[in-house]
Nanobody
Framework: QVRLVESGGGLVQPGGSLRLSCAAS????????MGWYRQRPGNARELVAL???????NYSDSAKGRFTISRDNALNTVNLQMNSLTPEDTAVYYC???????????WGEGILVTVSS
């Protein structure tokens, strides 16, 4: 089993920054991808940023230029630096680990980010 624990969420004013962190533990194999998804009120869960196999990085259109994802393979952590936040970024953010070759997805419990003045 794999456990993911998110941290770093909270309330921030528009234009501000937050850094989310996720620590993975358990039976983790080296072939995996880690990333962040979010679910805004009334919307489906959506990809924010992902570091795939080989280190390829993908961002959603809304995240490009504002968010930066990074990971430490030795520590099995993934971080999301979020800058220039807007109220539209208000959501529950979920850490994800996809284990290959089984395409098995693991999720954190989610952490709330609220962007409001």
């Amino acid at each position: 089993q794999v456990r993911l624990v998110e941290s770093g969420g909270g309330l921030v004013q528009p234009g501000g920054s937050l850094r989310l962190s996720c620590a993975a533990s358990g039976s983790i194999f080296s072939a995996n991808a880690m990333g962040w998804y979010r679910q805004r009120p009334g919307n489906a869960r959506e990809l924010v940023a992902l570091i795939g196999l080989g280190g390829t990085i993908n961002y959603s259109d809304s995240a490009k230029g504002r968010f930066t994802i990074s990971r430490d393979n030795a520590l099995n952590t993934v971080n999301l630096q979020m800058n220039s936040l807007t109220p539209e970024d208000t959501a529950v953010y979920y850490c994800n680990l996809r284990q290959y070759p089984w395409d098995m997805d693991y999720w954190g419990e989610g952490i709330l980010v609220t962007v409001s003045s």
